[in-house]
């Protein structure tokens, strides 16, 4: 199994920036993807950011050229740098970790406020 513990929500306002961090422990496998999902209120969960351990990102449209994620070289960290932030950017950031069998795993979320 494996448990992940997010950092770094808070309150910020619009045009600010904020970093959130995730650390996975368990049995985790050499390779992975690793990435931040997020949930407004009363919206689906969607896919923000994510980053394989040898490096491919891949990024929701809506926060391309706003929003880096990055490892450690443990390969067991994820961080996403969030830039220029929005109020529809409020939401709930979970952080995920997807095994090579497809086990997936969620943190339990750290929540993101931005004020206009």
């Known amino acids: 199994q494996v448990q992940l513990v997010e950092s770094g929500g808070g309150l910020v306002q619009a045009g600010g920036s904020l970093s959130l961090s995730c650390t996975a422990s368990g049995i985790i496998f050499s390779r992975n993807t690793m990435g931040w999902y997020r949930q407004a209120p009363g919206k689906q969960r969607e896919l923000t950011a994510t980053i394989t351990t040898g490096g491919s990102t891949n990024y929701a449209d809506s926060v391309k050229g706003r929003f880096t994620i990055s490892r450690g070289n443990a390969k067991n960290t994820v961080a996403l740098e969030m830039n220029n932030l929005k109020p529809e950017d409020t939401a709930v950031y979970y952080c995920?970790?997807?095994?090579?069998?497809?086990?997936?795993?969620w943190g339990k979320g750290t929540l993101v406020t931005v004020s206009s």
């Open positions: 995920n970790l997807i095994d090579p069998y497809g086990a997936t795993y």
